[in-house]
């Protein structure tokens, strides 16, 4: 069973288990609505919703994003393992990180609200907002992102980056031979690779600011 089958999966059994609604019926608690052959092809794993529906599923079902897939601590993020009751601290919040076309980091004083478990674990780590839809299918446009710093840099990973030392990006990291690619992970296809080639001596210096360990939806996010 691939992630896309298992996120259908779950919204099939949740939707009856849980609502005993109908697809169609489903589609119209979204905002904006959604066909109820959307929702079923959501089931059959064809394709599967965008970052913001995810949320809004969440909500509605009464679940947790972790609930919705099949390994969230390869695929997606660390799994706090039912550590999520051991209560809330603040962590830092550095400023924004696009998820689109690399922006510059906007410095901020404001902390943010983080899980007890997740500053214990990462005690080094800060808040990023992303901004874009480049990595919609795993971090929506608006929530915080909690980068881990490390130089380190796990295939496939989601990671933050610098781009020529300020222009910062949140993208799955793969290491090439004589460079690293940036891949984006969206449900919108215009979003491409982007390829640095060290061997050209044009290109932009690439630095791994961290790892996007958790992310946090705003509280005050408005469905």
């Known amino acids: 069973m691939n992630q896309k089958e298992y996120i ?3 919204i099939r059994r949740y939707r009856e288990d849980r609502l005993g609604v109908s697809a ?4 119209e608690m979204l905002e904006p609505p959604k066909s ?6 959501w089931e059959r794993g064809r394709t599967e919703p965008d970052g913001n529906t995810l949320i809004q599923l969440c909500v ?3 679940a947790k994003i972790g609930d919705f897939y099949y390994k969230p601590a390869d695929y997606f993020l660390v799994s706090l393992d039912g550590e999520e009751d051991d209560g809330w601290t603040e962590a830092p919040l550095l400023g924004s990180v696009a998820a689109g076309v690399p922006l510059e980091m906007v410095p901020t004083d404001t902390p943010c609200p983080a899980p007890a478990a997740i500053r214990s674990r990462f005690p080094k780590g800060f808040f990023l907002k992303i901004k874009g839809e480049s990595v919609n299918r795993v971090l929506c446009n608006g929530s915080y ?3 881990n710093p490390t130089s380190e840099v796990v295939d496939g990973k989601l990671y933050a980056v610098a781009v020529n030392g300020d222009e910062a990006t949140v993208k799955r990291v793969h290491r090439l031979e004589n460079g690293i690619k940036l891949r984006p992970d969206s449900n919108d296809p215009t979003f491409r690779d982007m390829i640095f080639d060290y061997n050209d001596p044009e290109t932009k210096t690439v630095t791994v600011i961290g790892r996007v360990v958790w992310c946090m939806f705003p ?5």
């Open 219 to 223: 509280f005050d996010y408005d469905f």
């Open 36 to 41: 109820g052959k959307t929702v079923l092809s």
């Open 145 to 147: 992102a909690y980068i």
């Open 60 to 62: 509605i079902f009464g």
């Open 8 to 10: 259908g999966k779950t």
């Open 24 to 27: 169609d019926r489903l589609g």
